[in-house]
């Protein structure tokens, strides 16, 4: 059976100052989401799964859909803000999505096997999509195996501002203990700072391993995601900035259920448009990628 890919594209993208998920960036105007399909499609995922919003609808039906939508089927659904678990209503003070796990429910009428889920502005390289393409294709009848893509916690920073990661915790086989969501991650020149809601300062190597969302599921996990969705929002619904994360999902599958979640070990490097100012190291680097003959000139001829 061949694995779906979830690709998240709700964000408001309000650091970035636009629309992040069409900006091009390739020799030939590509954006990041385009590799990420082009990379899919060779490592053997079968269909793809977009989460937008409805104000988006637009420009992405007509500036991101043609570019691959012949190369592999494709679906959108919407996130919004009211899909909530019965007995909750969306409280006035609610601005923006509810996260990144919120957004995989929005596409859970969509998904029927295995699947992988990314950010559309993120660049997760080839070898990150074979390696977890490799793992979900053999994962058919196992319910409660699941993994992710881990990534040094240096190479993920932007020079420009913080950044949000889950930091990773495993045990000597590779499988994941636990994960921490920081989100504000800074570049000192002696390691990375993480500033924490009580006041503290945490320093970190760099080293660590770090979820960037990649992640990959049965549908098994759907059901379980929306039981603790359900439990975020009694604790958490009246916090206008509360989010819920697909690594708190994880954490609660491996620690309450006793499923697993292997980290995966890929040489792909990761890099990603946070801010403007980190866009021309992108294109830079994308370049790089085509001059060395890990992508064509053209991606679609």
């Known amino acids: 059976m061949k694995p779906s890919l979830v690709i998240l594209a709700a964000g408001l993208g309000s650091r970035y100052g636009g629309i992040k998920q069409i900006e091009p960036v390739g020799v ?6 385009e590799f990420s399909l082009f990379d899919a499609i060779r490592a053997g995922f079968g269909k793809a ?14 500036h991101v859909l043609p570019r691959f939508s012949s190369r592999i089927p494709c679906s959108f659904v919407f996130q919004h803000m ?3 678990p019965e007995g909750f ?3 006035r003070e609610r601005k923006k999505p509810w996260g990144t796990a919120h957004a995989v429910l929005a596409a859970r009428k ?3 096997e295995p699947f992988a889920v990314i950010n559309a502005d993120d ?12 793992f979900l294709s053999q994962r058919a009848n196992e319910e409660d195996r699941y993994c992710m893509v881990g990534y040094k916690l240096k190479n993920t920073v932007s020079e420009h501002g913080t950044v949000s990661r889950g930091i990773c915790e495993t045990d000597e086989k590779g499988m994941l203990i636990g994960m921490e969501e920081h989100t504000r991650l800074e ?3 002696d390691g990375i700072m993480s500033y924490v809601p009580d006041g503290r300062e945490l320093k970190f190597s760099g080293e660590e391993p770090v979820s960037m969302n990649l992640f990959g599921f049965t549908p098994h996990v759907l059901p379980d995601m929306e039981r603790i969705f359900a439990d975020f929002l009694r604790e958490h619904i009246h916090e206008p900035k509360a989010e819920f994360y697909i690594p708190t999902v994880a954490n609660w599958a491996v620690k309450e259920l006793g499923a697993s979640m292997e980290v995966l ?9 946070t801010y403007q100012e980190d866009r021309p190291a992108v294109v830079e680097a994308i370049r790089h990628l085509v001059r060395e003959g890990v992508y064509p000139d053209r991606l679609w001829k």
């Open 28 to 33: 030939n105007d590509e954006i990041i989401l």
């Open 49 to 62: 799964i977009f989460v937008i919003r409805e104000e988006i609808e637009k420009d992405f039906t007509k």
């Open 82 to 84: 009211d899909d909530l």
């Open 89 to 91: 209503s969306l409280p």
């Open 110 to 112: 969509e998904i029927a």
């Open 123 to 134: 660049f997760y390289g080839r070898d990150a999509f074979k390696v977890i393409g490799d």
């Open 187 to 189: 570049k000192l020149s």
């Open 265 to 273: 070990r890929s040489d792909a490097h990761w890099f990603g448009i």
